[in-house]
């Protein structure tokens, strides 16, 4: 099994206060791997120390063959990076902003028209190269931070919440390009709070406080984290039920979900007690990543 990321008690601190502490993570080559967590869960942190920006406390880890401690220069040289902050040059047109990423990541003359051409068509940009980029919408100016980002055809792409503040059609293109990419080899790394972002991942990581508390296939978190039977209920004010509903003794956990409650009992035969209580039907439901995500950092905040 080759691996293009590996890292064995990888640790960050901030004076006394530890972002990332004992990260253990190995990702395959060509897979999308999420990262998900709360904000302050120490994500950004960990895409920043696997980029060579940042220099690990303690622990070890390597990308692509290169040691995070050593070789951080090198890393840099061989990744691809966007944020949802992703320095875009608002007064420059789409083509120029692709002509200086390619000029930053030294792109031989001969091979750099063609790139710029291939960045633009994937981005859905033909025939607005000339266009300001400060004229471009949302979803177009993420998909050309992208195509600025791997210009220089990466090995590895770490993005960091590349999608907020775009549509949700504009993020669904978005992901199609990401799964094309890993397709074609490219390894993903991608931290996200969106679960349907999550769902379309080979493997996730949960992080919490800085620390791993899972790491799977989406399908083995939803299947093997949440014991017990989840019920939806759709109920009038539902935000003012949780606290009710999370004292009845078969009743394990509750969370919002739109105009819904997902409702974790302990076992199903307790559908009708609960029923009974509310005076509303509960549907059975499979849990999804949302109800993984809360269930797994309502336990490791106990």
Not at 43 to 57: A, D, H, N, Y
Not at 206 to 224: E, H, M, V, W, Y
Not at 248 to 270: M, N, Q, T, W, Y
């Amino acid at each position: 099994m080759e691996y293009v990321v590996t890292t064995s008690n990888l640790t960050r601190k901030f004076g006394e206060f530890t972002a990332v502490k004992d990260l253990t993570i190995n990702i395959k080559r060509g897979e999308i791997y999420g990262f998900l967590g709360p904000n302050g869960s120490g994500k950004s942190t960990t895409i920043r120390m696997l980029c060579g920006i940042l220099e690990p406390t303690s622990g070890s880890g390597s990308v692509l063959g290169y040691d995070l401690a050593r070789d951080p220069e090198r890393i840099k040289k061989k990744i691809g990076y966007m944020s949802q902050k992703f320095s875009l040059y608002d007064d420059l047109t789409v083509y120029e902003n692709l002509n200086f990423y390619s000029g930053l990541y030294g792109i031989p003359r001969r091979e750099k028209t063609g790139r710029i051409n291939e960045m633009i068509a994937m981005a859905g940009l033909t025939g607005r190269e000339k266009e300001l980029t400060a004229n471009l919408g949302g979803g177009l100016r993420q998909r050309l931070a992208l195509g600025c980002a791997i210009i220089s055809r990466p090995a590895i792409l770490f993005l960091d919440e590349p999608t907020s503040g775009v549509s949700p059609s504009s993020r669904r293109m978005f992901f199609k390009i990401i799964r094309d990419l890993s397709r074609e080899g490219t390894t993903v790394m991608v931290t996200t709070h969106f679960m349907d972002e999550a769902e379309r991942c080979h493997n996730i990581a949960f992080i919490s406080s800085g620390q791993l508390i899972a790491n799977d296939t989406p399908g083995n978190l939803k299947r093997n984290v949440i014991t017990g039977c989840m019920v939806e209920m759709e109920i009038d004010d539902p935000l003012n039920h949780i606290q009710h509903l999370e004292s009845l003794p078969f009743v394990r956990e509750c969370s919002v979900h739109g105009a819904a409650l997902h409702i974790l009992l302990d076992s199903r035969d307790k559908i009708s007690s609960l029923e009974e209580f509310t005076g509303f039907p509960a549907v059975e439901i499979t849990p999804t990543l949302e109800d993984v995500f809360i269930s797994l950092s309502k336990a490791h905040r106990q």
